[in-house]
């Protein structure tokens, strides 16, 4: 399992997650910017993402759905907020319709990818930060720190195939 470590920080109302990968910061960097490559392991196990639309520029968009083992989907969406190839990503992380509107009802949140060299390959380290203690803690009884770290548990599979 690449993950290092997962912690929630109520006060500073953020979850840092923390992963080693034995390939290249631009190896992992195109993990997050190749939608085919994102889809094989963004959603947890058994909720597949399909990404609809993908695009990793400053005020650039992506639309995707999870897919569950019934066939339920969950629908969400990102917004870019700055790029820093390949050492960088922030994006607002939402939930939507299945049209792509934005949900009022459920949180936002804005994930902070960094990566960076570290021996034998990288360090990503993923920060997620909550509006509200109550949307943390909200998206935590929904499976979110879970489903993050066992997402993330699946790229080192990823990162042995041939793309």
């Known amino acids: 399992m690449p993950v290092v470590s997962t912690t929630p920080d109520t006060e ?7 992963a080693e990968f034995a390939a290249p910061p631009e190896r992992v960097w195109q993990l997050w910017t190749d939608p085919r490559q ?3 392991w963004w959603g947890p196990p058994g909720w597949p993402a399909t990404f609809t639309e993908h695009d990793v520029t400053v005020d650039g968009s992506s639309r995707y759905f999870m897919t569950g083992p019934n ?3 969950a629908h969400g969406w990102w917004r870019v907020l700055a790029v820093d190839e390949p050492r960088s ?4 992380d939402g939930f939507s319709d299945e049209t792509g509107a934005p949900s009022p009802d459920l949180p936002v949140v804005q ?3 960094e990566l960076a060299e570290a021996a034998g390959g990288t360090r990503m380290t993923v920060v997620s930060r909550f509006a509200t203690e109550e949307q943390m803690a909200q998206l ?4 979110m720190f879970e489903g993050m770290s066992e997402a993330i548990g699946q790229i080192d599979e990823l990162l042995l195939s041939k793309v």
């Open 89 to 92: 990503l922030e994006f607002e």
């Open 12 to 18: 500073q109302l953020t979850l840092t997650l923390v």
């Open 38 to 40: 994102l889809e094989r």
């Open 111 to 113: 994930g902070r990818v």
């Open 71 to 73: 066939g339920e989907k």
């Open 140 to 143: 935590g009884e929904m499976g």
